[in-house]
């Protein structure tokens, strides 16, 4: 079926008009369940705002404006931003306020692309008129506050670990020297070289550093470093990209309670690698993620639960069996 903007803003105008009696099977039908692209999306917001003369999100957020439903909202909105715009939302809510919410900001950052930050940095500006780096400055302290603005300033540039050995065994040396050979460490060392790099170079790094000193980087990280925010950040880009998300969306949906938001912030920014993650998540867990969400008291049967379910199974398109044929789309 051919993608008319103009005919889905006014099924989401039709569905979101009235606060009080907000359409919602309309409204999910709109965002999420349907195959579209990213760009499709910013042409439905387009074709809103020319019809209209109204924000969609805006509209979308007032007609879920129910504290009950600020998961599902949340939920919605993303569908409608794109990555980056999304990912910049939700370091401004890690930082505005009391407190940080740091591992919010080490789920957007830690695996980020150079490209991928500087993509986030401009929307940041954009929407909120101030640099991500100013409200880091502002908001953070310390280790912390030089860690956060390494991973939005330092280069991350790509090597070629194949040819770089002579690099990672330097790197491997100032590590060591830094942390486990003496008696106090030296934390920037740390930060200076683990926000330097990309993933890659880093996952070659942990291997290096364990075949010359018996413990991993990561293990090192562990006994070396106190800071608990600086512990989660160092191990999170060291570790396999998918393990890491993995991990966390299994922390958001075990335990005690759903951490919706959480959730939707790893499915939203992490949509283009969810089939990995996904498939991560049955070989780490031994459960199928779409499944085990759906489980969920605090999701299941919900406006949000709804939501996602059709993130799932429509809105980043269905990429079909993985190498467990019970792991088939997410998000």
């Known amino acids: ?120 940095k401009a929307a940041y500006l954009r929407t909120y008129g101030k640099t991500l780096e100013a409200d880091i400055v502002d908001d953070t302290s310390g280790a912390e506050r030089e860690f956060f603005l390494g991973l939005v300033n330092a280069p991350r540039s790509h090597v070629d670990v194949t040819s770089a050995e002579a690099e990672i065994e330097r790197d491997v040396a100032e590590l060591y020297l830094a942390g486990q050979a003496k008696w106090s460490n030296d934390i920037s060392a740390f930060v200076k070289i683990i926000t330097k790099h990309d993933n890659e170079y880093l996952a070659a790094l942990n291997l290096a550093y364990g075949r010359a000193h018996g413990d991993t980087l990561i293990r090192a990280v562990e006994q070396e470093i106190n800071s608990g925010c600086l512990e989660k950040g160092m191990k999170a880009m060291i570790m396999d990209r998918a393990d890491f998300y993995a991990s966390e969306l299994n922390k958001a949906i075990s335990g005690g309670g759903t951490n919706c938001d959480a959730l939707t912030r790893i499915i939203a920014t992490q949509r283009h690698t969810m089939p990995t993650i996904c498939h991560r998540y049955m070989t ?10 759906q489980q969920e008291d605090a999701i299941n049967g919900t406006q949000y639960g709804k939501q996602e379910s059709a993130i799932d199974d429509m809105q980043y398109g269905k990429v079909g069996e993985l190498a467990d044929s019970s792991l088939q789309t997410v998000v």
């Open 1 to 120: 079926m051919l993608f008319d903007a103009a005919h889905e803003a006014e099924l989401l105008h039709k569905a979101t008009k009235s606060s009080w009696n907000t359409d919602h099977e309309l409204l999910i039908h709109v965002v999420a369940q349907n195959e579209r692209t990213t760009e499709q999306m910013q042409e439905l917001r387009r074709a809103y705002w020319k019809e209209y003369n109204r924000c969609p999100i805006e509209a979308v957020k007032k007609a879920t404006n129910l504290p009950h439903q600020s998961a599902y909202s949340n939920a919605l909105v993303a569908t409608l931003l794109t990555g980056e715009e999304f990912a910049a939302q939700c370091l401004y809510d890690a930082m505005k306020g009391l407190g940080t919410d740091e591992r919010a900001m080490i789920q957007i950052l830690a695996h980020s692309t150079k490209e991928e930050v500087e993509q986030i």
């Open 284 to 293: 780490n867990y031994g459960k199928n993620l779409s499944h085990h969400m």
